[in-house]
């Protein structure tokens, strides 16, 4: 059974910091690219962060450059999204997702991914 479990969420002052973890099993994580997006109330998912599979390439939504930082650790199939100087804007649930061959410049559709994980709460306050 695939398995993607993000957690690390939580209520932060603007400027602190969080960090997600997606804990992944039941496919062949080194294979795979594993992406971050989110979602806040009454907007589209948007893509955050994307890793592929051998981290030769790592993206990040223009909004987040500088900020967060995305990681991954093959010995325990969990990748994550480090996030510094959080702004009230970050407000958002956070899902990762899974998808091969590792996507490209597709990176921040969520269309392009095979798997989901349910999301994290993230709330920054001002």
């Known amino acids: 059974e695939v398995q993607l479990q993000a957690s690390g969420g939580g209520l932060a002052q603007a400027g602190g910091s969080l960090r997600l973890s997606c804990a992944t099993a039941g496919f062949a994580f080194d294979d795979y690219a594993i992406g971050w997006f989110r979602q806040a109330p009454g907007k589209e998912r948007e893509g955050v962060s994307c890793i592929s599979s051998n981290e030769y390439r790592t993206d990040y939504a223009d909004s987040v450059k500088g900020r967060f930082t995305i990681s991954s650790d093959h010995a325990k199939n969990t990748v994550y999204l480090q996030m510094n100087s959080l702004k009230p804007e970050d407000t958002a649930v956070y899902y990762c997702?899974?998808?091969?061959?590792?996507?490209?410049?597709?990176?921040?559709?969520?269309?392009?991914?095979?798997?989901w994980g349910q999301g994290t709460q993230v709330t920054v306050s001002s």
């Open positions: 997702a899974a998808v091969y061959p590792s996507p490209g410049s597709s990176w921040h559709l969520p269309i392009v991914y095979d798997y």
